[in-house]
């Protein structure tokens, strides 16, 4: 069984999570690790375990300070994500890596519609299909809910964007400008091709089913998904997977978390 693990099972595996898209995925995802940790550090003050403690923080008018700061943090972490993946993507493959970060984030944003209505006082002024197309972002999306659309966007992006610094298709200027504005105007081509892509895209989601990309992909992948980490026998699976694999001196942990991490961060930012 050693001989057949070792010759048949792993190489497959290990070539797997070696690959430029699971490498990317496993490392832009790190970059969301100091904001979880601040975040839940602000959640906790804002729901805080302790009555007394609790009922002070509101009377003094602090918890919703709490929640600002856990909003900017803990609930945007797909946002981070996407950025940190594009931006992981094209960094390995050698070439600067901010611009398709940014990039990758602006795409995100850009195939998404809300669904949350707009309240004011608890009283809805606008409902979520009368703020499509218009500049509201719904922030909802921007937490775990978002988290395997902007996997792919920030994959698809880091993709392409490399491909267009490996063809060398950008804008270049003479020696004598600048090395930060030179490389603004690298990007400009490849962000000109993306945000037109990824618009078509949200112009057919939006015409032909009547909702987003973001929506969609949630419905469709990322709930079943979700589902399975979420149950008993899929808890059991990754409960054993990873001593399994380190039975073999395969890093267990680096594997399974690389691969389910994204969606088990999704159920995280839901509890």
């Known amino acids: 069984m050693n001989n057949w693990v070792n010759e048949k099972l792993l190489p497959p595996v290990m070539k797997f999570v070696g690959s430029r898209p699971i490498k990317a995925l496993r490392d832009g995802m790190l970059y969301t690790m100091p904001f979880i940790i601040v975040g839940s550090i602000f959640l906790i003050l804002a729901q805080f375990p302790e009555p007394h403690v609790a009922s002070w923080m509101k009377s003094t008018g602090l918890t919703p300070y709490w929640n600002v700061a856990y909003n900017a943090t803990f609930s945007v972490m797909a946002f981070v994500a996407v950025i940190g993946i594009a931006y ?6 050698g070439f600067t890596p901010l611009p398709a970060g940014i990039l990758a984030g602006i795409s995100f944003l850009l195939v998404m519609q809300p669904i949350t209505p707009v309240t004011v006082g608890g009283k809805v002024v606008a409902t979520a299909k009368q703020m499509v197309h218009s500049s509201y972002i719904d922030r909802n999306w921007m937490g775990g809910q978002g988290m395997v659309t902007a996997i792919i966007v920030g994959m ?9 610094m490996k063809k060398d298709i950008r804008i270049k200027l003479p020696e004598q400008v600048p090395e930060n504005v030179s490389a603004s105007f690298t990007a400009l081509i490849p962000a000109a091709v993306l945000i037109t892509g990824w618009l078509i895209v949200y112009i057919i989601f939006d015409k032909l089913i009547g909702n987003s990309m973001t929506a969609f992909i949630y419905g469709l992948i990322q709930l079943p998904l979700q589902g399975l980490t979420d149950s008993f026998g899929g808890t059991l699976v990754l409960a054993l997977l990873i001593p399994f694999l380190w039975f073999f001196g395969v890093h267990g942990s680096v594997i399974v978390g690389g691969i389910l991490g994204p969606l088990l961060t999704a159920n995280a930012l839901a509890n």
Do not use: M
């Open 88 to 93: 992981s993507w094209v960094k390995a493959e």
């Open 156 to 164: 698809v992006t880091g993709l392409i964007y490399t491909w267009f």
